[in-house]
């Protein structure tokens, strides 16, 4: 079979699996056969959209901990950087009422 | 187009970049993709699986993979979502040779959430989804059952036993079939840029 076929097998998937073990060692050696990949991959890439669209759950702090061995940090999302600067604004105001009041605590001599 | 094919629409170009940062060990770049491309995947998975829960084991697995694998994929070569389809098939294809069989029909219409497409089997699938224009009009000029080979091949990981036994033709045939097939749509791809 040509590296062609071969390639188009591997991409297509119907390559058993010990065939693609070996054949996956010879594209990390052969930049020719990289090159016949990479044009059966775009070729055939429009039938990944032939399936039923489904959202995806959000695994990645489980992916994380598998990789990392913990859990990421929280990243800063939109909402999380809204209910800080929500929460900076509540205090401020909580501070400056609290100033307030004690000035007119102050004035009063009480 | 169809409102299935813009929600299923590939990741847009930037994941390149992205799997270029985590192949460079970026955690930060790893997380965008993810958050950039897991529809994409899970679409893939879910399809080919036709069981949610172990697609959302998948789902892990590809991206351990990717992580793992980062470091092999070349920008210049390959666009970023082509090679992460390739992944993620090819651990589908694992996990249905190891289990060894294919859904019921019942486990067809159980499939989770879709987009609101009633067709749930692969032979209404195949009918009904809306491909690109130039796949489907290379797809059409080759024999129906050549077509569907590949397309079972392809879209449900279909392997040359499974495709024997679905087709009822001997091995050679069928491998003939798809030599053939694919020969016909790499003239035909090759035709349609060379005219565009």
Not at chain 2, 35 to 62: C, H, K, P, W, Y
Not at chain 2, 69 to 92: G, M, Q, S
Request: with cysteine; hydrophobic share 45%; charged share 25%.
């Amino acid at each position: 079979m040509t590296d062609d076929a071969l390639c188009a097998e591997y991409v297509i998937g119907v390559m058993p699996e010990a065939e693609r073990a070996q054949f996956e060692k010879r594209l990390r050696a052969e930049p020719d056969l990289r090159l016949l990949e990479a044009f059966w991959l775009e070729t055939l890439a429009p039938l990944n959209q032939m399936h039923t669209p489904v959202a995806a759950p959000n695994l990645l702090p489980q992916i994380e901990r598998r990789l990392f061995g913990q859990v990421a940090a929280p990243r800063l999302t939109c909402r999380s950087f809204a209910n800080r600067r929500g929460a900076v604004v509540l205090l401020v105001a909580l501070a400056i009422i609290a100033a307030k009041l004690y000035l007119t605590g102050v004035i009063l001599g009480l | 187009m169809s409102a299935a094919l813009r929600l299923v629409r590939a990741p847009a170009q930037d994941s390149t970049a992205l799997l270029v940062g985590v192949a460079k060990g970026s955690r930060a770049d790893f997380a965008r993709l993810y958050d950039a491309t897991s529809g994409f995947v899970f679409t893939i998975l879910n399809g080919m699986l036709r069981d949610r829960a172990e697609s959302e084991e998948v789902l892990q697995e590809v991206y351990i993979r990717i992580w793992t694998k980062a470091h092999l994929f070349d920008p210049t070569l390959a666009k970023a979502e082509h090679w992460i389809a390739k992944i993620a098939r090819h651990a589908a294809i694992d996990v249905i040779r190891t289990r060894g069989r294919r859904p019921s029909t019942t486990e067809l219409d159980d499939v989770g959430e879709t987009a609101a497409a009633p067709q749930r089997n692969p032979e209404q699938e195949l009918l009904q989804k809306d491909m690109s224009n130039l796949m489907s009009k290379c797809l059409e000029q080759m024999p129906p059952e050549k077509a569907q080979a590949l397309q079972f091949a392809y879209g449900y990981g279909y392997s040359y036993e499974e495709l024997v036994d679905k087709f009822n033709v001997p091995m050679n045939t069928l491998k003939s079939w798809l030599r053939r097939g694919l020969i016909t749509l790499k003239d035909c791809v090759a035709a349609q840029m060379d005219g565009a």
